[in-house]
């Protein structure tokens, strides 16, 4: 019989309109193999949603925030109830392949990794409009061109495919509550997160590109208008984290981001247009164009407003009511 792994997986859940996403995500985490030792879902102020999970979920833990809205507070919760070696993380809407969070956790070997993360790769509902840039997978929540092809260390990995030593996340305080994903804002807490751990443990971030999950991506994310929305935001929001943190370098891959790997995707883009007759390639091209003004536009914005409401680092971790089932 195949032992569990030393991890437990927390899924933040908040809306009833992605019920069967947030079970297939669940079920993938269910299913990984080795398992997990536990599975444990948190609702973020929906009460509906907890009495539902509570009602139809086997063998996992579920919780009910009834604490400070958004994910990285919903995140908090869930690893406050954990008590293994390692938490991994998988988003509401997202299915975890299978070996996932075996692939996941396999650097955590070498004592000197703090933290790991792996690809996401998008799952379009419909077709991916044609002028999309890969650069910008970002912008849905994916994995995008420029990222390693292999295990390597990075600054930084996303929270919708993560995992984190327990002890590392505690030293912390966890995610910073108040920042991040909050109802339509969205601001990089897991970036935030994952410079605060490697600088408070003096450890390691490694990106696992084979420890694969797919994120759905609804129709409506999809139109040019959200693309520039959620450019502009992520501008704006990185300056806003480097104020937190008071590191002016925190952005340094952001700076390499802009210069390597945007204009090589102009240029591709160009290419295959001219030399190949793909016309595609001028739309993608023009969207990377679009997408970098419009986040430094947001940038510019943030550097203009100052220091408003910056929320203060995230405190010891407190616990709500636990609902187990099963």
């Not at 305080?173 to 804002?185: H, Y």
């Not at 897991?190 to 600088?199: E, K, L, P, Y």
Request: with cysteine; charged share 20%.
């Amino acid at each position: 019989m195949t032992s569990n792994v030393d991890a437990t997986v927390v899924i933040a859940c908040h809306s009833m309109a992605r019920w069967s996403f947030t079970m297939a995500a669940i079920e993938s985490a269910l299913a990984q193999d080795p398992p997990p030792s536990r599975v444990i879902v948190v609702s973020d102020n929906n009460l509906g949603l907890h009495s539902r999970l509570c009602a139809e979920l086997k063998g996992v833990v579920v919780l009910l925030n009834t604490g400070e809205r958004g994910a990285s507070a919903t995140r908090n919760l869930g690893v406050a109830h954990a008590d293994t070696t390692l938490v991994a993380f998988l988003d509401d809407d997202a299915r975890a392949r299978p070996q996932w969070l075996d692939q996941l956790v396999a650097p955590f070997a070498d004592p000197d990794v703090v933290g790991t993360g792996g690809g996401i790769d998008p799952e379009w509902e419909g077709s991916q409009p044609h002028w999309f840039p890969a650069e910008f997978r970002w912008a849905i929540g994916a994995s995008y061109e420029g990222m390693p092809t292999t295990i390597e260390r990075v600054r930084n990995v996303w929270s919708g495919n993560m995992a984190v030593r327990r002890v590392a996340f505690d030293r912390v305080g966890g995610f910073r509550a108040g920042f991040g994903k909050i109802g339509d804002a969205s601001r990089p807490e897991d970036t935030d997160f994952c410079i605060r751990v490697a600088a408070g443990t003096s450890g390691t971030w490694m990106y696992v590109p084979e420890a694969r999950v797919d994120h759905r991506v609804p129709q409506e994310r999809g139109t040019f208008r959200f693309f520039l929305k959620r450019c502009y935001a992520e501008g704006r929001g990185k300056i806003e984290m480097s104020r937190l943190l008071d590191e002016g370098g925190s952005l340094g891959a952001e700076g390499e981001y802009m210069r390597r790997v945007l204009p090589r995707g102009v240029r591709r883009g160009i290419s295959a247009a001219v030399v190949h007759g793909h016309f595609s390639g001028l739309s993608r091209a023009g969207a990377i164009v679009a997408g970098a003004a419009a986040s430094g536009f947001g940038a510019s914005r943030a550097l203009l407003s100052g220091k408003r409401g910056i929320p203060s680092a995230a405190g010891p971790l407190s616990e709500e009511a636990v609902v187990p089932t099963g």
